[in-house]
C-alpha cells in the first residue's frame, strides 16, 4: 500500500497555521469548491473523515477541508507529474493566495510539489528514481534585488 498524498490547497500565507486550527468543517462551502474545481460533474456528499485517512483518495473522489484563512482538497486528479503545469482554472481558483500541490507515491518513489504566490510560480519540484529529476524550477532573488528563474526539465 505505501504512503500517497494527492493534496491542493488555497490558503492565505502559511498554511500550517490554518492546518493547526482545523474544526468542524462547512459541508455547503466544500461542495460549492468541488463544484467549482470540476464543473459539469455530479457532486454527491460522503462522509466526513480525517486528512490523515483521505489525503489519497479513490479516483473521482474530492475530500475538503474547509479550514480558517485555507481550502485543502485532496484528489488524485489534481496532481501533476509537471506540477508547474497547474491548469489555469486552478490558478484562477487560487487567485490572490497561495497554492501548494503535494503529490507523493511510495510505490514508485515519486514526490512532486509546487508553491504559487498571486498565480506566480514559486518552487516546483518532481522526481523519481527511475525518472530522475522530472522537473525543477525556482523563482529566486539575487543579492542586488533581482528575480531570476531557474528552470530544468527532462525529456
Not at 462547512?26 to 456528499?45: K, M, S, W
Request: aromatic fraction near 6%.
Amino acid at each position: 500500500m505505501g504512503a500517497k498524498t494527492a493534496l491542493l490547497a488555497f490558503t492565505k500565507g502559511d498554511l500550517r497555521p490554518a492546518l493547526l486550527g482545523a474544526g468542524a468543517g462547512d459541508r455547503v462551502r466544500a461542495e460549492e469548491l468541488v463544484r467549482q474545481i470540476h464543473p459539469g460533474y455530479a457532486v454527491t456528499p460522503i462522509e466526513d473523515g480525517l486528512l490523515w485517512d483521505w489525503c489519497y483518495p479513490p479516483d473521482d473522489v474530492t475530500y475538503v477541508a474547509m479550514l480558517p484563512g485555507a481550502e485543502l482538497l485532496c484528489d488524485r486528479r489534481l496532481i501533476l507529474d509537471r506540477p508547474s503545469e497547474l491548469p489555469e482554472d486552478l490558478l484562477r481558483a487560487g487567485a490572490g493566495r497561495r497554492i501548494v500541490m503535494h503529490g507523493m507515491h511510495s510505490v514508485s518513489d515519486w514526490l512532486g510539489f509546487a508553491v504559487w504566490d498571486d498565480g506566480v510560480l514559486v518552487r516546483s519540484l518532481s522526481l523519481s528514481p527511475d525518472s530522475g529529476i522530472v522537473e525543477t524550477s525556482a523563482n529566486r532573488t539575487t543579492s542586488s534585488g533581482r528575480t531570476g528563474r531557474v528552470s530544468t526539465r527532462s525529456a
